[in-house]
């Protein structure tokens, strides 16, 4: 059985890579919501690249990979990782990504040289804290200010998917629409916009709202004679299932803050005991530490 992490990274990873969804991202979240990338231009690459360990060689791999075609050749490489916290270390993940595919471009293993971008959806609740340029991560270093020219720059691209601006969120056109809207506007949220990946929504839903009874979806719909093909609202869709949820969601959230505060007493952890029924965002970083997502 699959962990809670392991659930939400699989959820998060499969909704991203639909075609029209990874357009949908890239278009908005990139070009600022012109129409550049086609969803039949998109296909899937590979998210395993190798490096040099210690004493042998070892896999990395990033949660999506999709190459932009343009007359049957490679233009471009978007790498999109999902993250779910904080990664202080995440730019040299970024720097072994890129420096994997355009290893590979140098041997001459792929179809011709292209540029990579790479960016992060970041699904935490908390703001993103870490270091998002390289020159900010080694400022701290006392190198002379010639080495500066020397060193080359890594930027790290990180959209905190639920804090975006209305008129960024206006702009998605697929179901990443009704994603960010409910993380933006909570259970009050209502539309009556369309829903395509039907299972697939309900699915990171839930994951993004902490539950993780994800695997009966698609019996349920099944059940209520739903198929992906129909033609069905958010409201329709929602007050369905998710709305219908919400008592056995809030059932396991209490559960889940049971468990919690049953580790800190047994650890005899007091003062975070206190703070963790007061301070939410702090509540939240307890349940990552205690893996109870």
């Known amino acids: 059985m699959k962990g809670t992490k392991e659930k939400k990274d699989i959820v998060e990873k499969e ?23 086609k969803a039949q231009n998109l296909w899937g690459g590979p998210t395993e690249t190798v490096y040099q360990g210690w004493e042998k060689l070892r896999t990395q791999y990033e949660d999506l ?36 595919i355009y290893r590979e471009q140098y ?11 790479e960016f992060i959806l970041y699904w935490g609740r908390g703001r993103w804290k870490g270091k998002r340029e390289l020159y900010q991560l080694f400022q701290n270093k006392k190198l ?18 639920r804090h975006l601006p ?18 933006a506007e909570g259970e009050g949220y209502r539309s009556d916009k369309k829903i395509k990946h039907k299972a697939a929504l309900i699915k990171m839903i839930k994951v993004l709202s902490g539950e993780t009874d994800i695997d ?36 396991e959230g209490e559960n889940r ?26 509540r939240e970083k307890m349940y990552m530490e205690a893996d109870l997502l």
């Open 15 to 37: 909704f991203v890579s639909f075609p029209d969804i990874t357009a949908d991202v890239i278009n908005v979240l990139l070009y600022r919501g012109k129409e550049i990338v």
């Open 65 to 100: 990979c999709k190459y932009e075609l343009a007359d049957g050749k490679i233009k471009l490489m978007y790498l999109i990782a999902n993250q779910s916290k904080t990664d202080g270390r995440m730019l040299f993940r970024k720097a072994g990504y890129a420096g994997g």
């Open 144 to 161: 002379p200010k010639e080495a500066w020219e020397f060193i080359d720059e890594v930027k790290l691209h990180v959209f905190e998917m």
């Open 257 to 282: 803050f049971a468990r919690l505060v049953q580790i800190l007493m047994e650890s005899g952890r007091n003062e975070e005991l206190k703070r963790v029924v007061s301070d939410q965002n702090y």
């Open 166 to 183: 209305e008129e960024t969120r206006k702009n998605f056109q697929s179901d990443m629409r009704i994603v960010v809207d409910f993380l």
């Open 216 to 251: 009966d979806i698609e019996k349920w719909m099944e059940k209520q004679g739903i198929r992906e093909e129909d033609e069905l609202t958010v409201c329709e869709l929602f007050d369905q299932y998710v709305r219908q949820g919400r008592t056995e969601g809030r059932k």
């Open 107 to 117: 041997e001459g293993k792929t179809q011709g040289n292209f540029p990579v971008i």
